[in-house]
């Protein structure tokens, strides 16, 4: 195909050498068989005169002629090809050699041994193919070489490099490998400068300098493996450079969390601590979450770490409870110190739950819910003393204040209850005289005390209690008196009578 209508360098030595072989097969023979005037001077050996040879022989001359006519066609052909591939770079001696052969042939046919001539072209024809063959071997070597020292990106690479970029733009120029080859090559230096000043930032671990150096190289050649290789390594350093800060950082806030920890009296470490070593060690997990699908050693980085991670959680998560625990004791401690034992009971109730094995806190567990329950009875006692008058109550009561007597060092509510309790007994024991009036026609009784009949007037002896007064008469209304008798109070005068007809 012809480009802008202009004839390209090659088509132009195709269409020549076509010409060529229409002279050597059409024009040449005829000319070589006429016959030739020799001066007496000039010693030239004359061709043998056909006209002296057999039928048979001039055919075989005939055939031998045409045969190497054709065969320095093929040679001439792929001669211009080699030479076009610059041979004279990679085979100068075997390409010189080839070419004196085909001047011996040339020499032989020109005296008309064609037979010796086809030999010799025959020869140079398979030396031609076999420098064809080799400068298909020179192009794969060094397309090979090329990219093992692309792949390496040494400094002593560059000039290898270069030598290969050089012959095989001599040998193929217009191969896409060749090309793709050469667009590399002009890269290449600054790809080896930035690679090897990444390796020294990070033989200096200076990491995200040598990061940002394998970022450049990689503007080079973006396909680059070993710089990739590099970066990936390079960002792996990093991460774990990362993880290890921020699990530091993690146990740093575990360590200040922890203050106090050992003893009741000191003060109690923020709460934040822990959330702020929560975060650090979330942090770093996240670090690695990703990287445990594939089966590679940055993989094992990442599992290992993720272990690490998952111990200071635990950790954390122990240390926690430990501080919940412990801020529920001093909790319970200072409610103890108040004498509310109900609500201590219920904060060691709920650490046993979380918590078991807790020895002290089930004796601690013990304590407050004694004393918790002797808290209710003599509350229960107090608020109501008038239940000191059922005898069992009375009782109970007695030994109640007992136990509170026995209890070594008593606080202040607890002194204050075995005073009151002590009293509330005492008054439950002395009577009041109460005065009952009546109309002498009402018959009156006194619920778990006596019947009193029928008067005007009448003093009774009452423990303090809660008493019911009931009076009835025949064809008239039963009525009834509700008394509280605390022994405290003066009660002035009752009057109970039943006046209302039925």
């Known amino acids: 195909m012809i480009k802008g209508g202009k004839l390209t360098r090659q088509q132009l030595l195709i269409i020549g050498l076509l010409l060529a072989v229409v002279f050597v097969v059409f024009v040449l023979p005829s000319i070589v068989t006429q016959s030739i005037d020799i001066d007496s001077d000039t010693q030239i050996i004359a061709p043998v005169n056909s006209n002296d040879l057999a039928p048979s022989a001039i055919a075989e001359k005939t055939r031998y002629r045409q045969q190497s006519q054709s065969l320095l066609a093929l040679i001439l052909s792929l001669r211009d090809k080699l030479q ?47 420098l064809e063959i080799l400068a298909t071997e ?18 002593a690479d560059i000039d290898s490099v270069q030598n290969a970029v050089f012959l095989t733009l001599a040998i193929a120029p217009q191969d896409p490998r060749v090309q793709d080859l050469d667009k590399l090559a002009a890269q290449f230096s600054d790809l080896v400068k930035a690679i090897s000043q990444g390796n020294q930032a990070f033989a200096r671990q200076q990491y995200e300098l040598a990061k940002g150096f394998y970022q450049t190289a990689l503007t080079f050649i973006p396909e680059h493996q070993r710089t990739k290789d590099a970066l990936g390594k390079t960002q792996a350093a990093i991460e774990f450079n990362t993880f290890t800060r921020l699990m530091s950082e993690g146990y740093s806030a575990l360590d200040r969390a922890s203050l106090g920890k050992d003893s009741l009296d000191k003060s109690p470490a923020e709460n934040s601590h822990f959330d702020k070593a929560l975060e650090k060690f979330n942090q770093a997990q996240a670090i690695y979450s990703q990287d445990t699908n594939s089966n590679n050693l940055q993989s094992q980085q990442a599992i290992a770490s993720l272990k690490s991670v998952e111990q200071a959680l635990a950790q954390l998560n122990n240390q926690r409870s430990q501080y919940a625990i412990l801020q529920q004791l001093r909790a319970a401690t200072e409610l103890e110190k108040q004498e509310l034992w109900q ?54 009561a007695q030994q109640m204040l007992a136990d509170a007597r026995g209890i070594k060092s008593p606080q202040v509510k607890l002194k204050t209850q075995i005073e009151q309790l002590s009293l509330a007994l005492e008054r439950s024991k002395i009577p009041t005289e109460i005065v009952l009036l009546s109309d002498q026609q009402t018959q009156v009784t006194v619920y778990q005390v006596a019947k009193l009949g029928a008067f005007r007037e009448r003093r009774v002896q009452l423990l303090p209690g809660r008493y019911t007064i009931a009076g009835s008469r025949k064809g008239y209304r039963d009525v009834q008196i509700e008394l509280k008798v605390l022994g405290t109070e003066d009660i002035t005068p009752i009057q109970i009578s039943c006046t209302e007809k039925i």
């Open 84 to 130: 076009s591939q610059s041979v004279d770079l990679w085979a100068q001696a075997q390409f010189k050699n080839t070419m004196a052969l085909i001047a011996e042939g040339d020499d032989q046919y020109s005296y008309g041994k064609y037979q010796q001539s086809l030999e010799s072209y025959n020869r140079a024809y398979i030396e031609l193919q076999e």
């Open 138 to 155: 020179k192009l794969e070597q060094s397309l090979a070489e090329a990219e093992q020292a692309i792949k390496r990106a040494d400094n």
């Open 343 to 396: 609500q201590a009971e219920l904060i060691y109730q709920n650490i046993l739950k979380a918590d078991p094995t807790l020895v002290d806190v089930k004796t601690r567990l013990i304590q407050a819910t004694v004393r918790a329950k002797l808290n209710r009875q003599i509350v229960s006692v107090l608020e109501d003393p008038l239940t000191l008058a059922d005898q069992g109550v009375y009782a109970n």
